[in-house]
């Protein structure tokens, strides 16, 4: 059966039997598509991630400098963040300074749906990558470009990155306790967004698609994403006036909500509206501050924020927080444990979402990379392969594309894969 957008053959079928970890077969959500991920360091991989998990044949092409790829953010081939950002993909050599390589590269668009980068807007152009070329390619591509601050404005040509998008964005400016400087996330938490407010964005210019026939070029960038997650702190400047000010593991709007210390550790609490604060109180034995007029209303709990916390953590110092999840979850109460990331996957919740999935690598093993964070029940993501080696599927990818062993050696020897 072909497929019915581009009249190729089904992209699961050319994913090389080689690639898969024994027993497990690539999801046929997304194995219609073709995706070209010309992208590093975190936000386009994490883009890309988003499709390959889902079974896109996704082509990973790189450079034939190794050098280039053995180091810098992305690390170690082996290395976790390669190994996390770059499973399930195919792994093709080109070098896109050549005309040969920009020949060869144009030649895989003609064949694909998706092409992701995340260079800086004047690479495009020279790479031969940008939307004006390779809609003339393909009329029917989709290009994602994700850039640090947007692709034309005063920024356009500064380099992006996470800690920088965060601090510009305000999210830093609102984070961290008020005594102390502004604090950055403690993931890359701007990049990942970015990644996936693009993949987003590339699916809806596919279904698009299948209504006028043709993509269209997809843009993110790193400062929108990180002034999308200030949501609500957003919101409030733009419709109050109100300019959010760090607080620490407090909620600025809602009282109590906030991390106590334990007898042996520590524990968060969140409640909202006065039926949770009853709740609240009822179960920690705290009745007397329910009689408090001062506590009575949501404002008044925020007037009188101080007082309310250190109530609390007088309670909640007493027993350790097994104790008090177990009593707050069976009032109703919002809350949960504190944990280090080894505890995080060592959670029984955790395992049964399988947050945690295995893929065999040919030199690590088995490893364990972490899992999508969205099921569909019918055609459910699946890690399959580890990251390949680098150029590990030129020659394969090469003779789709109708390139003879002549011409693929002569490419080889001219440098170009």
Known sequence: ????????????????????????????????????????????????????????????????????????????????????????????????????????????????????????????????????TLKTVNPRIVLASISGFGQDGPYRDRPGMDQIAQGMSGLMSVTGFPDQPPTRVGAAIVDVTAGLFAALGVMTALLEREVSGEGQWVQSSLLQSGLALMDFQAARYLLAGEVGERVGNDHPSIVPTS????????????????????????????????????????????AHRAAINAALSDTFAIKDSSHWIAVLNKAGVPCGPIYAVDQVFADPQ?????????????????????????????????????????????????AELGLDSFRIASLREMKVI
């Open 1 to 132: 059966m072909e497929n019915a957008e581009s009249g190729l053959t089904p992209r699961a079928l050319t994913r090389s039997s080689s690639m898969t970890s024994p027993g497990k077969q690539p999801s046929a959500a997304l194995s219609r598509f073709r995706v070209i991920d010309l992208s590093h360091v975190r936000s386009g991989p994490t883009c890309v991630k988003q499709f390959a998990d889902f079974g896109a044949d996704v082509i990973k092409l790189e450079s034939p400098a190794t050098a280039a790829e053995e180091s810098g953010l992305g690390g170690t081939r082996d290395g976790y963040e390669m190994q996390n950002l770059h499973r399930n993909k195919r792994s093709l050599t080109l070098d896109l300074k050549r005309p040969e390589g920009r020949e060869v590269f144009h030649l895989l668009v003609k064949t694909a749906d998706v092409v992701v980068e995340n260079y800086r807007p004047d690479v495009k152009a020279r790479l031969g990558c940008d939307y004006a």
């Open 259 to 302: 991390a106590y210390t334990t007898a042996d550790g520590f524990l968060n609490v969140a409640t909202y509206g006065n039926e949770i604060w009853r709740r609240l109180c009822n179960a920690i034995g705290r009745e007397e501050l329910l009689e408090a007029s001062e506590y009575a209303t949501p404002s008044g709990r925020i």
């Open 350 to 398: 955790v395992r049964l979402l399988q947050q945690g999935a295995k893929v065999t690598h040919p030199r690590l093993g088995e490893i364990e990379l972490v899992n999508q964070a969205v099921n569909l029940v019918r055609t459910p993501a699946s890690l399959v392969s580890a990251t390949p080696d680098l150029g590990a599927h030129t020659d394969e990818v090469l």
